[in-house]
């Protein structure tokens, strides 16, 4: 099952459908609550789509995935090292978030490089705490896409990566919630200007889902709406403004969005 | 101006109120928007006060004291260093806050020490972006009292701080939002079971509010509800179950929490 969730006028208002081919189904209510199907089906294409979720808190897995790891040790001369479980999850500003085909927007102040990095994202569905790793996909609603825009001057120097990786709009996440995955057929494609960059196996990962609802269950409590941002593989390359880049994650979907320079 | 959130009942719903000596006026509505004063008045000993807001996003002013950076940085055996600008702002996690009178419950895990933090939170009203220092408070509603709670072991290895700062009842934060302060006039006063244990000026900042804001706004769009904790200053001491802390911020108000251990 696919959730979107989209803007229902100027007011700020917003309501979850499920998908059904290029139709959606309203309901009322939320799918992380009580829900009921309303009746009235609308065209998929005439909805201007919200990101699916506007999470309570933002969870990022900084760096889970082997090539990622060695090269972005590399770029500040150290050695690969494995990451020690610890320094893996982190957080990211829900205020960076935009939706499928808002335009990611390349700062005045910016002087380096932009990068995609494209990203499974889980959205957590039920409230849990000291999930053990058998149980812990218990509480997932579903799966989206998110792309880790990152702004490479800036990630040197921030301790916090507070600007590289969180000025406005560098958190593109969507097009929607897709609640069946298998985690072994995903493949995460991205393309710039619809030429495939870069390709790799999302379960792919250092610290897969299970472990990283786990460990993070043993200190701190998910809600329903938090997400978590899986981390992302080599290659990431520059974008520039003009280029349109799109991460696909097979089984899940298509997050497209148009790079701009800030007016 | 003070402005306290309470918990309605057992449903999860809230409400604002306006703190006039022991008794509150109640509003419909929220003070980040449009409210009208609804004439029910209440004791405000009655009511099971809640963090006086829930924001959307979280930031922090990691080193933000001249005194703490120097005893920080020498604890890893550091020289001290005026910290760039770019290494002051970071985030926390919406997930560890808990109101006044809630527990700080110290985590089975936890191999080490648990110390307070006492710190001055600024509260957004309106949304805001490219702010200069002069305009930049224009877009606060009033200002908190947090308890930035660290667990010093997990602080060590913690990339991010994840656990460190943002275990379940690390952030303490209230009781409620003062509209009217000075920051001249303003310490921050805490004490553990009624002993003072640190005074210091809290406006003695290395990166001020206005500089704060003024900083943020030029990356990042602030939001009504957002808040901004703006860091400590020495010392920061061991708290260990059946402490109760109390952080004082004056003229903002006072912030107490019981400290247990984990069921």
Request: proline letters at 5%; one cysteine or more.
């Amino acid at each position: 099952m696919k959730w979107v969730r989209y803007a229902t006028g100027t007011d700020g208002g917003s309501r979850y459908c499920i998908v059904e081919g290029d139709m959606v189904q309203e309901v009322s209510g939320t799918p992380f609550a009580e829900y009921a199907v309303t009746g009235t089906r609308r065209r998929l294409a005439d909805l201007r789509l919200l990101t699916p979720v506007m999470p309570p808190t933002f969870y990022a897995n900084g760096v889970n995935y082997r090539a990622h790891v060695r090269s972005t040790s590399a770029a500040v001369g150290k050695d690969y090292h494995e990451p020690p479980l610890t320094d893996i999850i982190g957080y990211r500003a829900v205020s960076a978030l935009v939706a499928h085909g808002d335009a990611i927007v390349i700062p005045r102040e910016s002087p380096g490089k932009i990068q995609y990095e494209g990203e499974l994202v889980v959205v957590i569905g039920k409230t849990a705490k000291h999930l053990s790793e058998a149980d812990a996909l218990s509480c997932v609603l579903g799966y989206s896409v998110g792309n880790d825009v990152s702004e490479r001057s800036w990630q040197r120097v921030d301790r916090t990566l507070w600007r590289a990786k969180n000025t406005d709009t560098f958190k593109p996440m969507g097009p929607w919630i897709e609640t069946d995955v298998d985690f072994d057929a995903m493949e995460t494609i991205v393309r710039v200007n619809d030429k495939e960059v870069a390709r790799f196996k999302t379960n792919d990962m250092i610290c897969g889902v299970s472990a990283t609802i786990s460990m993070i269950t043993r200190y701190i409590t998910l809600r329903p709406g938090d997400v978590i941002w899986m981390g992302t593989n080599d290659p990431t390359l520059d974008m520039v403004a003009g280029d349109v880049c799109e991460i696909e994650i097979s089984g899940v979907g298509v997050l497209r969005n148009p790079v701009v320079a800030e007016a």
